[in-house]
């Protein structure tokens, strides 16, 4: 079997990456979502466990210094976020795709430990556009929203480093173009050796 695809979403906060991570969850049985530890605080409605794993500050370094975590950082909030490590090595060997919704700063280090990592960002259709969203989402003060718009201009500079920038206008749009992205992914001549192998040996027996 193929190892799953491990797909890395990162954007600035407020361009819909948790909205359309959702969707594409609903649309692909075969995809998994990687859940987070944070040491922040959990905003209204989100389920520990289910949006993050809320950890305090010692859980959190215990688990990165016993090797468990895949990548790890602080934000420009000044909270600590990871991934756990084990989940993403064992749905891959299952054949799953997985996400992972994570910064720059984990992108980073994701690609150094895995090169076949295929980095997307999400680019809110324009700035205005960013700060709108954070306002009518209505989870930070005045004074965060400001923090994560200064973090999202940085962060959008560095987009580049992405292989591939999917813009968040119409949120239909976006997950389409996303699961576009994991097909051709899925087409790749690296995702495809098992077939090449399969269609081989089954020659051989036809040319007996
Ligand atoms: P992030 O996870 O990147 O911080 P969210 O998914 O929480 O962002 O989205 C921020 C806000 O923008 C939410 O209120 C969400 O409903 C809204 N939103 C997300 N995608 C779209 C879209 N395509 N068009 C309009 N609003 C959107
Ligand atoms: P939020 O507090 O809005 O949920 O997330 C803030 C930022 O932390 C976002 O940019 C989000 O992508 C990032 N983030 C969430 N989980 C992780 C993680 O496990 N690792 C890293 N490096 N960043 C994360």
Redesign the pocket.
Known sequence: MNEGCLLVLS????????????RLLERDPKLRLSVSMTTRVPREGEVDGVSYHFVTKEQFDRTVEQGGAMEYARCGNGDCYGTPAAPVKEWREEGMDVIL?IDIQGYRQVKEKAPDAVGIF?MP?SFG?LS???H????ESEEKIRQ?LKTGKEEIRCAGEYQYIVV????E??VDQIEAILKAEHAKTEAMRTIIEEVLNDAQTISQ
Do not use: F, H
């Open positions: 954007g600035p906060s407020g361009c819909g990456k948790g909205t359309v991570v959702k919704e999400i259709p556009e709108r969203r954070l009518e989402r209505g989870t994560r968040n206008d119409a949120l749009d976006a």
